[in-house]
């Protein structure tokens, strides 16, 4: 079956520093987000991608992030300088279509990300 | 804007101990309702969903019913099983026309079942 991918699951990183976190969605899907969840808290959406440019973001969507699809398969989420509280876990999810209420998001296992 | 509220978890229930987690919403317009599952380790999987007002989603013995006039979509099972132990996340996703369509999502409520 197949399923979104994401890579690295743990990755640590020191506050300023850029970070990458890579997803690979399911190749015939068309749209893709991004959602964090800071620990204990809800999940929120970041981002949501088609057509290579962006549909919409969310307020914490600033200008430190940013997504790219580099290769018509990876989805990448860019954290230019990090602080700690970017520390969270990140979903990357693919769908088929976009707006129709029946279309599922496939979520991927997440990213945990730690700003120390 | 939307919301999703759920009920504060841990729960924890004995097996074939019958299951109900509430979910109640606030959105304009139509929206989609969803419940996702969040097995250890792994990504958030649908469950189930339902796309208008009345409809019952099912699976694996989980249901829940859409309902308009008490802006609720209450996951239930008659059985739990310890296979559930699971985080559950109801969520919603607006109706209509317009580019992709973010999901929000409740906090998540722990399920633990014991033998």
């Known amino acids: 079956e197949p399923e979104v991918t994401q890579t690295p699951s743990h990755q640590v990183t020191q506050m300023g520093q850029e970070v990458i976190l890579r997803c690979v969605p399911i190749?015939?899907?068309?749209?893709f987000y991004w959602y964090r969840q800071i620990l204990g808290q809800k999940v929120e959406f970041l981002v949501s991608?088609?057509?290579?440019?962006?549909?919409?973001k969310s307020e914490i969507f600033d200008d430190q992030f940013s997504v790219e699809r580099p290769d018509g398969s990876n989805f990448t989420l860019k954290i230019r300088s990090t602080k700690l509280e970017d520390s969270a876990m990140y979903f990357c999810?693919?769908?088929?279509?976009?707006?129709?209420?029946?279309?599922?998001?496939?979520f991927g296992p997440g990213t945990r990300l730690t700003v120390l | 804007g939307n919301s999703v509220t759920q009920m504060e978890g841990p729960v924890t229930l004995s097996e074939e101990a019958f299951l109900t987690i509430n979910c109640t919403y606030t959105?304009?317009?139509?929206?989609?309702l969803f419940w996702y599952v969040q097995y250890p380790g792994e990504g958030l999987q649908l469950l189930l969903k339902?796309?208008?007002?009345?409809d019952k989603g099912s699976n694996k013995g989980f249901e829940a019913t859409y309902r308009k006039e008490t802006t609720s979509f209450h996951l239930e099972k008659g059985s739990v099983q310890v296979s559930d132990s699971a985080v559950y996340f109801c969520?919603?996703?607006?109706?209509?026309?317009?580019?992709?369509?973010?999901?929000?999502f409740g906090t998540g409520t722990r399920l633990q079942v014991t033998l």
């Open positions: 190749s015939n899907h068309l749209y």
């Open positions: 999810a693919s769908s088929l279509a976009g707006t129709s209420g029946g279309y599922e998001q496939f």
């Open positions: 339902a796309t208008k007002a009345d």
């Open positions: 991608f088609y057509n290579n440019e962006i549909s919409e």
């Open positions: 959105a304009t317009g139509y929206p989609s």
């Open positions: 969520a919603l996703k607006k109706g209509g026309t317009g580019t992709a369509s973010k999901l929000t």
